[in-house]
């Protein structure tokens, strides 16, 4: 399975995320903005809960992709300190268990789309659990 | 530079109104702000027109007459309003003109707003992946606040309690009806920690306010309501913002912030002289979280205000007195400018059962949207 878009994850075993650092005043984003003013940089892959919601109802499509079916999902932002927060969806925690300041790791998730193969997106689960492993199940 | 005042207002009533296009809605607000300032369309100079999604400002002249007047079309996002007074409110303090006009308008189909992602140079993963979602912004930043400010859900339903008790006494809202606390606890989430009853949703609606240099306002009779400041701001560093990949993990401050700032510095007065305020409630955590960035109280005070009533109508500082977006909707470009109709009624003092007591004098409005844009105004009679 590849990943949802190219030049999102590093080529590794486990995958970081790239972000960019800006090359003039070091400040750090994700993604990678397009163009000269930011230099790719390696996220780190363990951080934690800033903040989060449930969206608990199908986005519009365009430009949501994921398949007719839906099920919530958690959306998390996630401190990876000294370097940026950075939006991802929650695996494998159940929503009633969500708290801010929960130390995450990041993991690859498939993302079932609609009329289309799935692919990889970028998800956090919590920090405690065996790593890697996508298994998809975020309730 | 002699103050600009407003000297008529009209709104076509927000909700949905099928059968009537959005700039139909615009025309028939145009209508009655001509009527309430006493003066025909031709003696009008200018507009600034704003609409997000129903069509260009400038074509109801062929509605209105084709007096050749100057009409130019504004869209900035939720700021698109606010863009639209702040700009004719300059046209007039230039000393170009004496009289003109700000109108917006929108029609947005039913459920959220489906922004792409190229529209705000986001690639489009982000959107395939069901990110490009306004609530998820909203709820996720009144969740980390409420976090840390100490903000109950109990508060996120007072202030939901109150929009639909307001609404109540605005002819020009969209939902009515009171809606008990409990109800409004108890219906189903839609994004953590808000329930259906704590957003607004994309609506219709049109609003025009009828501007003029002091000299003009006086000659027309009407009471002078002076426009004394108006800022649109965009955001500094370190902000949180609606369709935000990543955010800062210094945290800074925010487009309202200084878009408050330098509005309460143009008005020469400060957060305790305002007597009511209309602030963005995008969702119920919006208003709580704006009554602290647009310098009303400190962050977490907000628990205390809303259990004691003091964003009431008869509170110390009324807050959203028509029911702000949580009741009338968001058409997008008539949204702020209903804001500044609804303080024009509370100064003239024709807010019926609504009205907030004590004879305001000066009155506050705030919008706040993608990709982190502030509109401010404040108005003295």
Known sequence: MHAIAEGLFTEETPPRLVGGRHRQTGRIVFPCPAGSDYEPYPLRRQGTLWSYTIQRYRPKSPPYAGSDSFEPWAVAYVELPDETIVESRLANVAFDAITIGMPLELIQIPFERSGAEPVLVHAFQPLSQPSGQPTGVSA | ?381
């Open chain 2, 1 to 381: 530079m002699s103050d600009v005042c407003i000297v008529g207002i009209g709104i076509h009533p927000f909700g949905r109104t099928d059968g009537v296009s959005g700039l139909d809605q615009g025309v028939f607000a145009v209508r009655q702000a001509l009527a309430d300032a006493g003066v025909d369309w031709p003696s009008l100079q200018f507009a600034y027109g704003g609409s997000d999604a129903a069509g260009n400002p400038d074509t109801m002249v062929e509605s209105l007459g084709l007096s050749g007047m100057q009409f130019i079309n504004v869209r900035n996002g939720c700021a698109t309003g606010g863009s639209a007074l702040f700009s004719a409110q300059m046209a007039i303090k230039s000393g170009e003109f004496e009289i003109g006009m700000a109108v917006g308008f929108d029609k947005h189909p039913r459920g959220a707003f489906n922004a792409m992602p190229a529209e705000y140079n986001l690639p489009d993963w982000y959107g395939e992946a069901g990110y490009m979602i306004t609530t998820q912004f909203f709820a996720a930043k009144a969740m980390r606040y409420m976090h840390e400010y100490g903000i109950t859900s109990t508060s996120l339903g007072r202030v939901a309690h109150k929009a639909f008790r307001n609404a109540v006494h605005a002819p020009h809202a969209w939902r009515r009806e009171e809606v008990p606390l409990d109800v409004i606890m108890d219906a189903p989430l839609v994004s953590d920690p808000f329930t259906k009853y704590m957003f607004c949703s994309p609506g219709e609606g049109g609003v025009a306010l009828i501007l003029a240099s002091e000299k003009k306002a006086r000659e027309l009779g009407k009471p002078l309501i002076r426009l004394k400041a108006a800022t649109m701001r965009t955001r500094p560093p370190g902000s949180f913002e609606v369709f935000a990949p990543s955010i800062d993990v210094v945290r800074g401050g925010s487009a309202t912030r200084i878009a408050s700032t330098d509005a309460f510095a143009q008005a020469g007065i400060g957060p305790q002289d305002i007597a009511v305020a209309q602030l963005q409630d995008t969702e119920a955590g919006a208003e709580i979280m704006h009554m602290a960035e647009n310098g009303f109280c400190k962050d977490g005070e907000q628990e205390a205000w809303l259990a004691e009533g003091r964003t009431e109508i008869d509170g110390t500082l009324p807050v959203n007195t028509d029911g702000g977006c949580l009741a009338c909707g968001e058409p997008i470009g008539a949204s702020g400018l209903r804001q500044v109709y609804e303080n024009v009624v509370q100064l003239r003092g024709d807010g019926g059962g609504r009205q907030v007591p004590g004879d305001p004098k000066t009155a506050y409005t705030h919008v706040y949207g993608a990709p982190g844009v502030s509109a401010v105004t404040i108005l003295e009679r």
